[in-house]
C-alpha cells in the first residue's frame, strides 16, 4: 500500500468519526434549520430566540400569561415543571441532557404541541430556528 493511499485511508476513517460522534444532535437541529430557510426563515439568532422564549402571550380563554419558561424555567440547565400537571421536565439545554434535540421528529411534535399551548397558534419556521439556535447553545 502506498503512504498516500495509507494516510488518504486514515482521512477518510476521521473524517467517519468526527461526523459520528457529535452526530445526532447536530444533523437534527440543522435539517430543522434547512428546512425553516427553505419556508422563508433567514438569520437564526439565539438572542431572538431567548427573547421569544421568555415572552408572555396572554391566553384567550383565561386571560393569563403563557409562555415557554413556565415549563422550563429562564435555566434552560435546570429540570422544569409543567405548569398544568406540575410533572417534572427534564432539562431543555443539551449541555446538561445530552438526549436533548436529537431527533427532528420529536423536536417538531413538541414544538407544535407547546406553540399552539404557549401562542394559541403555530410557531413561525423563523421562531422554531431562532429557538432552536437558541437551546442547543444551552
Ligand atoms: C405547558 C408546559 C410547556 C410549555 C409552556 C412549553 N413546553 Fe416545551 N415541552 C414540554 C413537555 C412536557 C415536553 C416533552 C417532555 C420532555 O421532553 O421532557 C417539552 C419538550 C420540548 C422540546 C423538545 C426537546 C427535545 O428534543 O427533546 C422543545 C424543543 C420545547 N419543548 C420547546 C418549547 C418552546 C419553544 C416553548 C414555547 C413556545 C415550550 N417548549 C413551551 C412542556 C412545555
Excluded at 31 to 48: M, Q, R, V
Excluded at 56 to 61: C, F, P, Q, T
Aim: net charge positive.
Amino acid at each position: 500500500m502506498t503512504h498516500v493511499r495509507k494516510s488518504l485511508i486514515a482521512l477518510i476513517a476521521a473524517l467517519g468519526w468526527a461526523s459520528a460522534v457529535p452526530g445526532a444532535r447536530a444533523s437534527a437541529v440543522d435539517d430543522l434549520l434547512k428546512h425553516y430557510t427553505e419556508l422563508g426563515a433567514a438569520n437564526f439568532s439565539a438572542e431572538a430566540g431567548e427573547a421569544f422564549f421568555d415572552r408572555a402571550v396572554i391566553d384567550a380563554k383565561t386571560g393569563e400569561p403563557r409562555k415557554c419558561t413556565l415549563c422550563h424555567t429562564t435555566d434552560l440547565r435546570r429540570t422544569g415543571k409543567h405548569a398544568t400537571t406540575g410533572k417534572v421536565i427534564e432539562p431543555l439545554a443539551p449541555s446538561a441532557n445530552p438526549k436533548r434535540l436529537t431527533d427532528a421528529r420529536d423536536i417538531e411534535k413538541w414544538l407544535a404541541r407547546n406553540c399552539k399551548w404557549t401562542l394559541g397558534r403555530e410557531c413561525t419556521p423563523q421562531e422554531m430556528g431562532d429557538v432552536l439556535v437558541m437551546i442547543r447553545g444551552r
